[in-house]
């Protein structure tokens, strides 16, 4: 990576969490509190990771979980783990963007709490990453990360202003998918990189605003460019991520690393989420038969 750039690129992998995603960092905070508050029972609209993690929290603290995802457009991995965590799990015949809209409604009749990152308690979790990187490396220059719902690019600012370090943020969303880019919601968000196909994300406003004080940018790239950068990203550095997460990736290897030395880019979920993309746009396997001469052949070519 750095070669590549020109600069000096660091990877944070966020799938390393106990649910393999960024979403952790705050679920963790958010679902503490809903148990302090005496909720018996948490809901999200999620794209698959917060969902994941939502439920797995609520399994550890008793509580029932119910996540809301868009049909069809979650990857496999985010909804075999909110099944076996034993959330309720409702397929939405619409997008995030309706989901989200639907739980805070429901969450106002009911008393149930939204851990969705409108919930502030997932900001002050998930900026721990801010900390984390600026305990590693001092200083740092711009931050890459990708942006749907737009929490976790408020979170990070958040725990960099807490920090006195103030790197460029550059948040990064897909080209059909990108509100932020074009100022106005996307009523049919549509990208590869399920995880961030949102069109109306809930913290626009602090997104702009990080984006703003820290002299930063948010640009679109495109389902070609995050997909080349996920084949990349597992190719070259032996990091297997999901395709959201390579978004900023992409970014910066379009965009180069401007005048910044060190750049960290934000690997928000692991590859193992989504299976079906990867054998999608991987290579494919060599059938063998159990002798030798026919494995020579399979393994030279
Ligand atoms: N990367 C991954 C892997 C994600 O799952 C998400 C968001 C993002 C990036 C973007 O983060 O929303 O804070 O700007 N996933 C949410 C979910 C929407 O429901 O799992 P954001």
């Known amino acids: 990576m750095s070669e590549r750039v020109g600069a000096e690129v660091w990877l944070k992998l966020e799938g ?40 797995a929290y609520a399994a550890r603290a008793g509580l029932t979980g119910a ?24 397929a939405l015949r619409g997008n995030f963007d309706e989901a989200l809209a639907l739980v805070r409604e429901l969450a106002q009749r009911h008393p149930i709490a939204l851990v969705n990152s409108v919930n502030a308690f997932r900001l002050e979790g998930q900026k721990t990453a801010a900390f984390e990187l600026v305990d590693e490396l001092g200083e740092l220059d711009a931050l890459c990360i990708p942006v749907g719902n737009a929490g976790n690019i408020t979170a990070y600012w958040k725990g960099f202003e807490e920090s006195g370090v103030r790197p460029r943020m550059l948040g990064w969303q897909a080209e059909g998918a990108a509100p932020l880019v074009h100022g106005a919601p996307v009523e049919q968000p549509e990208t590869v990189a399920s ?34 950068a996920y084949r990349f990203l597992a190719a070259h550095e032996g990091v297997f991520c999901e395709p959201a997460s390579a978004a900023g ?53």
């Open 16 to 55: 390393a969490n106990p649910t393999g995603s960024f979403k952790d960092r705050g679920m963790t905070c958010a679902v503490s509190a809903a148990v302090r508050e005496g909720a018996e029972a948490v809901i999200c609209a999620s794209t698959g990771n917060t969902a994941a993690s939502a439920a």
């Open 249 to 301: 990736v992409a970014g910066l290897l379009e965009h180069g690393a401007e005048d910044a030395g060190r750049v960290v880019c934000v690997l928000t979920g692991h590859g193992l989420k989504d299976p079906q993309t990867a054998l999608a746009y991987a290579g494919s396997v060599v059938p063998c038969e159990p002798d030798l001469p026919a494995v020579e052949q399979a393994v030279l070519g």
């Open 67 to 90: 996540v809301i995802v868009p049909e069809g457009k979650i990857a496999t991995g985010k909804l075999a783990q909110a099944l076996m965590h034993g959330a309720r799990v409702i």
């Open 195 to 228: 995880a961030i196909r949102i069109g109306n994300p809930a913290r626009w406003e602090e997104a702009m605003g990080a984006m703003a004080a820290s002299h930063g940018a948010i640009r679109a790239v495109s389902d070609a460019d995050i997909l080349d």
